[in-house]
């Protein structure tokens, strides 16, 4: 068991490298020798700035579309070495860079290399997982993020006194490290067993559930069940055989309900109000009397250990009281931080205001609301949707989400800005509505996913109403009479090799 939580780990640096990445060009950007290298000046900022900050989404969605085929193809844990050969591709050429326009480049091909992570690194963890904790883990997953913020946040600290322009560069060649990393690493790990099944490897998919789920027996209820699953659910010939062939995610009423909870999951976790809570932010802090370096960082350092915190808590709470549970309760909380939030940025979010007090009380609603968020959406952004997409389409469905994320972040980056610099504080008031619309949303069309496997979800969606379905008490008894039909099956007859039919056991799933 211990092995297989180090494979998961190895999987974990996918979104290490993903944070550190995403997090450091704001940090690059903002040295005075990444400037003077560049001759940037102030009339050149406002264009370049545009350019630099997209060319990392421009990358991550043309990589969208690669990286479904690429994880198909080739298996989850090549798909997580190509990624990280497009990393290391890019660390070299943006610290390497002799011109601006050849640092965007590699932001680019960043941008892909993580595309490529990003699918490949959730659909490796939810399939390898153990059924037991596939919730907890595949949520911390995306709530360890934070980890890989930090050391990017840091690097101007342990750089600042080197000499020319390494202050800048090396930075940027770590990146290298980890994709490094993560490369070797995955020439160690075993393949998924659902992609081995789907690839006709039929005994090797065996060994697998066997090792790392049934303590080393391959007559463990959990593995011949996994297994009679697989053989039900996941098609030899399926669509993601076929590099070119989407039509699974829209071709049918059951994958447009996947759809409304894809699509649903990207929209909602990035047009609650995640996007805005920073633009009164450096106003208040000064108001508040947070106006030296240090303590500007200080309060930007227990934002991301607050954050951090409120994450691992969310992962451990998907399985509590559910996926659905966490995205409502955290939805409707976030309906009364907003109302607080714009009522304090109302009347203390001015140059002119004087009172401390209420800068402050601003500052620690917005905290609140970002530990609100991070508890109900950073956990599930990565597991809910690979929970509700099918073995043929989780890789080039991943990659659709992706795509989903990125759209609604571009209207984020560039949308909200304008919105805000001619309303200011009113459009939170618009968040208020917003969130009730979500929780509307995610009240009448969210499945719930919790305590089932990833074959067993398939079967909610086929119901002519998949959120009602999910709702329906389910609870699985393994019984010598369910093994017994499982070993009758055609593609379960190898277990007979090993032994005897196994000996009868009642245990819930």
Same mark, same amino acid.
């Given at each position: %068991? ?50 630099? %900050? ?65 699918? !490949? ?11 037991? =904790? ?6 911390? *997953? ?9 050391? !990017? ?21 770590? #990146? ?41 027996? &391959? ?7 996994? $297994? ?17 062939? *989407? ?31 920073? $633009?009164? #932010?450096?106003?208040? #802090? ?19 250990? /607050? ?29 009364? =931080? =907003? ?8 009347? *203390? ?41 099918? $073995? ?21 980056? $560039? ?15 618009? *968040? ?19 305590? &089932? ?27 010598? #009479? ?9 593609? /379960? ?17």
């Amino acid at each position: %068991m211990f092995k297989l939580y180090f494979f998961l780990l190895v999987a974990f640096l996918n979104n290490l490298i993903n944070a550190y990445a995403g997090t450091l060009v704001g940090i690059v950007w903002s040295m005075k020798e990444f400037h003077e290298y560049f001759h940037l000046n102030d009339e050149a900022v406002g264009s370049d700035v545009g350019l630099l %900050m997209s060319s990392y989404a421009i990358g991550n969605i043309v990589g969208s579309f690669f990286c479904g085929p690429f994880t198909d193809w080739w298996g989850r844990r090549w798909g997580m070495f190509s990624g990280a050969v497009f990393v290391i591709v890019a660390a070299i050429v943006q610290g390497s860079s002799k011109s601006l326009e050849m640092f965007i480049g590699g932001r680019i091909i960043m941008g892909f290399g993580i595309a490529l992570l990003n699918t !490949a690194g959730p659909c490796y963890v939810a399939e390898m997982a153990h059924p037991a =904790w596939r919730g907890p883990i595949t949520g911390l *997953y995306n709530a360890i993020w934070g980890l890989g913020s930090v050391p !990017a946040l840091l690097s101007p600290h342990f750089v600042k006194n080197l000499p020319g322009h390494l202050s800048w560069r090396l930075p940027l060649w770590f #990146q290298a490290l980890g994709g490094g990393l993560l490369l070797i690493s995955c020439m160690f790990i075993p393949e998924s067993p659902r992609w081995l099944y789907a690839n006709d490897l039929k005994e090797e998919s065996v060994r697998v559930l066997e090792k790392y789920h049934g303590e080393g027996s &391959r007559k463990s209820p959990i593995v011949v069940l996994t $297994y009679r699953e697989m053989v039900q659910e996941v098609f030899i010939e399926g669509s993601d055989k076929r590099w070119w062939d *989407y039509s699974d995610l829209f071709n049918s009423k059951t994958a447009w309900w996947r759809n409304t909870c894809i699509i649903g999951i990207a929209f909602c976790s990035q047009w609650c109000g995640n996007g805005t809570t920073t $633009y009164f #932010q450096a106003m208040l #802090q000064q108001q508040a009397g947070i106006v030296t370096k240090g303590a500007i960082n200080i309060t930007t350092y227990l934002f991301i250990v /607050l954050s951090l915190g409120s994450a691992l808590i969310g992962a451990f709470m998907v399985d509590r009281i559910g996926r659905r549970g966490v995205l409502l309760l955290g939805n409707s909380l976030m309906i009364f =931080w =907003w109302t607080v939030i714009a009522i304090l940025c109302a009347l *203390y979010a001015r140059e002119e205001n004087g009172n401390e007090h209420g800068a402050r009380a601003a500052i620690a609603f917005i905290t609140i609301f970002g530990m609100t968020y991070s508890f109900s959406y950073t956990p599930l952004q990565v597991l809910y949707p690979v929970e509700c997409l099918a $073995y043929e389409t989780r890789a080039k469905g991943m990659g659709f989400y992706n795509l989903c994320v990125h759209i609604a972040g571009f209207f984020n980056a $560039y949308g909200i800005p304008t919105i805000m610099e001619k309303i200011q504080w009113r459009f939170y008031f618009i *968040y208020v509505g917003w969130n009730f619309c979500q929780v509307a949303w995610i009240y009448f069309f969210f499945v719930e996913t919790r305590g &089932r496997s990833l074959e067993e979800i398939n079967e909610i969606f086929k119901a002519p109403y998949p959120k009602n379905k999910s709702l329906e008490e389910h609870v699985f008894v393994l019984s010598e #009479q369910v093994l017994a039909k499982s070993w009758e099956l055609n593609d /379960l007859k190898e277990f007979n090799t090993r032994g005897s039919a196994p000996s009868t056991s009642t245990q819930p799933l």
